[in-house]
């Protein structure tokens, strides 16, 4: 998610991520994006054709991105001195950048209840990080039923709702804390795997 690109697609949708962060979806228009470029709204439309068009072009560029972090190996909690392994705790913010990231997510699939078109969108990518959890739960050995698998998602969006809250957030370390003692509680399979690498802490 911290990736830049060239493309007008990806450089509408680096604005309207910040302007989701601080604003919500309410505050992401063809002026506000022209502002943020210095461009007119009139440039801004022509890059998509219609609003529609570029709140579509934004889910889908969006979604990929989210996926990515997911999956991102090399992201860095500040606490510790290399990366950390694939496990669960990649599905929440590691710092304030990734909490406004993850705000401007949240603000998107709000709008996506009200919004067929974005909903579809933002479907296929959610529906693929309920993929990514899974992988995550069969790394570490957990029971993967798919309440299990319904419940750590829940945990999941639950604790990003919590760091995200613009009133008296939780503290991220408290939110990892947390996520890896709803790890610890949840059943395993009858052969857990020694990898020390897939630890939980």
């Keep these: 998610m911290r990736h830049r690109s060239v493309h007008r697609g990806d450089i509408a949708t680096d604005g309207a991520i910040r302007l989701m962060a601080r604003n919500g979806t309410g505050g992401v228009t063809l002026r ?3 502002d943020e470029f ?5 440039a801004v439309r022509q890059w998509f ?3 529609d068009g ?3 072009q934004i889910a889908m560029r969006f979604g990929q991105r989210w996926f990515v972090s997911l999956t991102d ?3 860095i909690d500040p606490g510790r001195s290399s990366p950390w392994p694939r496990r669960p705790h990649h599905l929440l913010p590691f710092d304030a950048e990734e909490i406004a990231v993850t705000r401007a997510w949240l603000a998107m699939t709000q709008l996506a209840r009200d919004d067929e078109s ?12 309920v993929e990514v959890v899974t992988d995550y739960a069969e790394q570490l050995d957990l029971a ?9 998602v829940a945990v999941v969006r639950g604790l990003r709702h919590a760091v995200c809250a613009i009133e008296r957030p939780m503290a991220l370390a408290r939110a990892h804390a947390t996520l890896a ?13 020694s990898d020390g690498d897939l630890t939980l802490f």
Aim: hydrophobic content about 45%; charged content about 20%.
């Design 32 to 34: 506000s994006l022209a």
């Design 38 to 42: 210095n461009c007119t709204p009139q």
């Design 49 to 51: 054709g219609s609003t």
């Design 54 to 56: 570029m709140w579509q």
């Design 73 to 75: 190996v090399l992201r």
């Design 118 to 129: 974005i909903g579809r969108i933002l479907a296929e990518w959610e529906a693929r990080e």
């Design 144 to 152: 993967l039923d798919p309440i299990n698998v319904d419940m750590l």
């Design 181 to 193: 003692h709803a790890l610890a509680l949840m059943p395993r399979t009858a052969s857990p795997r």
